[in-house]
């Protein structure tokens, strides 16, 4: 095979959809949350894990980028880690592969839990589809766009602790509302650096209803208030509120980025993703002195 033929092929292109530098976004809260509630590995775990590594985020960015196709032509971000400008014969590909991923990981994890976890479920592969697909598009309502984008990290980590059984202490939803204002904040950044191509593209997103530099600072607000949050919780929590510090360092010298400029953001974007394995490795740290507390 060429190496061109590589770079297009179909495993290759189904694997850049589901963005592998953010598998850890979305697995690492889940297993969190289920693992510091019942104290044990089991196969529900590995399952869980499994299924919120990788079949998730195929169904997420996937679906995103099949519906987004038109606007990602125009978007020279595309085509890479941060996307995958998908060829026109994969999109129903990658619609049929994320669908029959998923399937058995849900199945599964419909058997072993309650109700209540069955609507969280529920609520968040509905989040999954609803931000990209016709009919519905949240990530075109400004505003919901980034509350649907941050749903999709946060309730991983909901579903995790219901299916576990946790009890919802006010510390805890403390955790999730600081977990739930990083997300806003985050995709509300992402925004920033795409004003332009979705403005060509006729889509509507919370940076291009704002301006980049009011979301830019509607980011920077967002993570400070979850650092705020985080100082309310149980110890070690506000140890954790120092993470804010970098995000909104990253963010800082695009709080007056002008619209057409917004461009350059990308590289505050680049670090954005990096910083995220760091904080990762400090929330790592405090989770396993809360493990052994």
Known sequence: MTAQAAATSPLRQLLLA????SWINTAFPFAAAYLLTTRQVDVTLIVGTLFFLVPYNLAMYGINDVFDYESDLRNPRKGGAEGALLDRSMHRRTLVAAVALCVPFVVYLVVVGSPLSWLVLALSLFAVAAYSVKGLRFKEVPFLDSATS?????????????LAGAVFTPGL???LVAFFLWGVG????????????????????IATVLGAARTTQLAV????LAG??????????PLAAVLAIPYIAT???YLTVPDEGASAANRGWRRFLWINYAC????TMLLIWEWNA
Do not use: K, N
């Open 186 to 205: 985050s995709h509300a950044f992402g925004a920033v650096q795409d004003v332009v191509p979705d403005r060509e593209g006729g889509i509507a997103s």
């Open 150 to 162: 941050s749903f999709h990290f946060v309730s991983p980590a909901l579903y995790g602790l219901v």
């Open 18 to 21: 589901s963005r592998p530098v």
């Open 173 to 175: 939803w403390l955790v």
């Open 228 to 237: 705020v949050a985080m100082l309310f919780t149980p110890w070690p929590g």
């Open 280 to 283: 990762g490795f400090v929330v």
């Open 251 to 253: 963010a800082a010298p």
């Open 221 to 224: 607000t967002a993570w400070a």
